[in-house]
T-cell receptor
Framework: DTEVTQTPKHLVMGMTNKKSLKCEQHMGHRAMYWYKQKAKKPPELMFVYSYEKLSINESVPSRFSPECPNSSLLNLHLHALQPEDSALYLC????????????????FGPGTRLTVL | AQKITQTQPGMFVQEKEAVTLDCTYDTSDPSYGLFWYKQPSSGEMIFLIYQGSYDQQNATEGRYSLNFQKARKSANLVISASQLGDSAMYFCAMRLDTGRRALTFGSGTRLQVQP
């Protein structure tokens, strides 16, 4: 089973709203990732959690706040977003975040399509 | 820094024919992994195939095979017997086995399978 779930599928929010994206996996993976993907572009890494600790923050603005409550869950808290933050937000997980076994393959969820008005 | 190049923005293929999607990469690190992902219009990134830099044989997964030419730094995806459901965006990606371990993606190739 290589399933990563994300909720909600779609989200529309105003620039003053606070919302959260949720990601869940039950594969026993210990690394989880947030990516942002604009239309017709490849995904761009935002954050990496490894063993529930933030290991990579790609200089993401503070209006995006990640949280990893446990090894199965990853949240992305959104506050005071801008219209240019509208994108597909993808969550992924991998076994350990290191090692060469099958390259520590990342498995992605279906994404949340975010529109900021 | 590593870089992935996909030079084909769009490709057409007839149903049941084979198609090759090109990918070249650049890194000075000797240990890395190469990945192909499929992204249908629904948005989900679907893992297809993996090739390690030290793997002696080309990877295969069902109708997908990876033509790995290390000296030329290329990792082309071959899809045999194309199906209408193969129409999607395809991304080549690379990740180093040490240091910064995030995926670096190419710009993608949009494949359209015609009946």
């Amino acid at each position: 089973d290589t399933e990563v779930t994300q909720t909600p599928k779609h989200l529309v929010m105003g620039m003053t709203n606070k919302k959260s994206l949720k990601c869940e996996q039950h594969m026993g993976h210990r690394a989880m990732y947030w990516y942002k993907q604009k239309a017709k572009k490849p995904p761009e890494l935002m954050f990496v959690y490894s063993y529930e600790k933030l290991s990579i923050n790609e200089s993401v603005p503070s209006r995006f706040s990640p949280e990893c409550p446990n090894s199965s869950l990853l949240n992305l808290h959104l506050h005071a977003l801008q219209p240019e933050d509208s994108a597909l937000y993808l969550c992924a997980s991998s076994q350990r975040g290191y090692g060469r076994e099958r390259g520590d393959t990342q498995y992605f969820g279906p994404g949340t399509r975010l529109t900021v008005l | 820094a590593q870089k992935i190049t996909q030079t084909q923005p769009g490709m057409f293929v007839q149903e049941k024919e084979a198609v090759t999607l090109d990918c070249t990469y650049d890194t000075s690190d000797p240990s890395y992994g190469l990945f192909w992902y499929k992204q249908p219009s629904s948005g989900e990134m679907i893992f297809l195939i993996y090739q390690g830099s030290y793997d002696q044989q080309n990877a295969t997964e069902g109708r997908y095979s990876l033509n790995f030419q290390k000296a030329r730094k290329s990792a082309n995806l071959v899809i045999s017997a194309s199906q209408l459901g193969d129409s999607a965006m395809y991304f080549c990606a690379m990740r180093l086995d040490t240091g910064r371990r995030a995926l670096t993606f190419g710009s993608g190739t949009r494949l359209q399978v015609q009946p």
